[in-house]
């Protein structure tokens, strides 16, 4: 995220799978790395098809819709992905480029279609070098 929209995020020192809590806490992780990758929270919203108002609910940790909810997991699962593996600056710029492993599609829109396991696949296809 940009230094003027970072935000502390607090992890809990353990977690524990029945406190009631956790999926909200989950849920803000999940809406920081994703919304790392956009350049504003327009942008965001303009991506994932919702009102922009939706951000600062999303980032609160509000109940989202499960296809958001799956979108902004599938996310962070690339970002989480990605980071070590590519500079910062790059990993917008990967999910905007077309990719060979894709068919030469953009990962952000075979993410915005639920296809996850395409994503990671060509990831893993880039970390270990393989041609498409």
């Given at each position: 995220m940009p230094k003027s929209q970072s935000a502390a995020i607090t992890f809990p020192s353990e977690v524990e799978l029945d406190d009631p809590n956790l999926g909200t806490t989950l849920q803000k992780v999940s809406y920081s790395l994703a919304r790392s990758i956009f350049s504003s929270d327009a942008e965001m919203a303009l991506a994932f098809g919702v009102d922009?108002?939706?951000?600062?609910?999303?980032?609160?940790?509000?109940?989202?819709?499960?296809?958001?909810?799956?979108?902004?997991?599938?996310?962070?699962?690339?970002?989480?992905?990605?980071?070590?593996?590519?500079?910062?600056?790059?990993?917008?710029?990967?999910?905007?480029?077309?990719?060979?492993?894709?068919?030469?599609?953009?990962?952000i829109d075979v993410l915005l279609a639920g296809k996850l396991s395409d994503v990671v696949a060509a990831i893993e296809n880039e970390k270990t070098g393989a041609f498409a």
């Open positions: 922009r108002s939706n951000m600062a609910r999303w980032k609160a940790g509000a109940p989202l819709s499960a296809i958001n909810l799956s979108r902004l997991v599938a996310f962070d699962v690339v970002v989480s992905l990605l980071v070590g593996f590519l500079s910062p600056t790059t990993i917008p710029k990967w999910l905007r480029s077309t990719n060979a492993h894709l068919s030469n599609r953009r990962p």
